[in-house]
């Protein structure tokens, strides 16, 4: 019945591609691990390995989760205030991609002109980045990711703890999953 039904769902053609590449890069490791050195070589990469992969999965989620969360909180009639748009408008370009601006003609940009704009996109910035910030904080304050970071800050010491910690296999162990990624886009 298991079977079956782990059958009939569809696994996204990218993830199994990741999922294929981190792998196959794991068990060159672990190989090479025990033939060029030892057990305790291994288990330095695999603890490295395992909490990088759980960080990097838990910032993919948390990150997608805080997108999805935009865009159900998007408000339109924000984002459309300053524009007399009708409803073919809004049904042909939803996001207002085409909409062309009126350009200042060069001889009315006097410096004070142009400060003035320079300033005025300055508090702009200013304005949306503490909402940024905001909005963005569940991102990287997600308990999963702190999980993560935390299984990887106690497996440092458990091994550094019981001498059995070693700096290079650690490093590799970690470099699995940068590697794994970058594999994976060149594969394209």
């Not at 782990?6 to 993830?15: A, G, Q, R, S, T």
């Not at 142009?114 to 200013?126: C, H, L, M, T």
């Amino acid at each position: 019945m298991e079977i079956n039904l782990l059958m009939k769902m569809k696994i996204n053609p990218e993830i199994l591609k990741f999922a294929k590449v981190f792998i196959l890069l794991d068990l060159c490791v672990i190989i090479y691990a025990f033939l060029f050195h030892n057990s305790l070589w291994a288990l330095n990469t695999q603890v490295a390995f395992l909490s990088s992969l759980f960080i990097t999965i838990a910032s993919f989620l948390s990150y997608k989760r805080n997108i999805q969360n935009r865009i159900l909180n998007l408000d339109m009639t924000q984002t459309n205030q300053s524009f007399d748009r009708d409803k073919i408008d809004e049904i042909d370009d939803p996001y207002d991609l085409y909409t062309e601006y009126e350009e200042i003609p060069e001889s009315e940009l006097t410096p004070e002109k142009i400060k003035e704009i320079i300033n005025d996109e300055k508090s702009k910035v200013k304005k949306n980045t503490l909402k940024n910030t905001l909005f963005s904080a569940g991102g990287f304050l997600s308990l999963y990711r702190v999980l993560g970071y935390a299984i990887l800050i106690f497996g440092f010491f458990a091994l550094n703890n019981n001498h059995i910690f070693m700096p290079l296999g650690f490093i590799i162990g970690l470099g699995i999953v940068p590697l794994g990624v970058l594999f994976s886009k060149l594969t394209k």
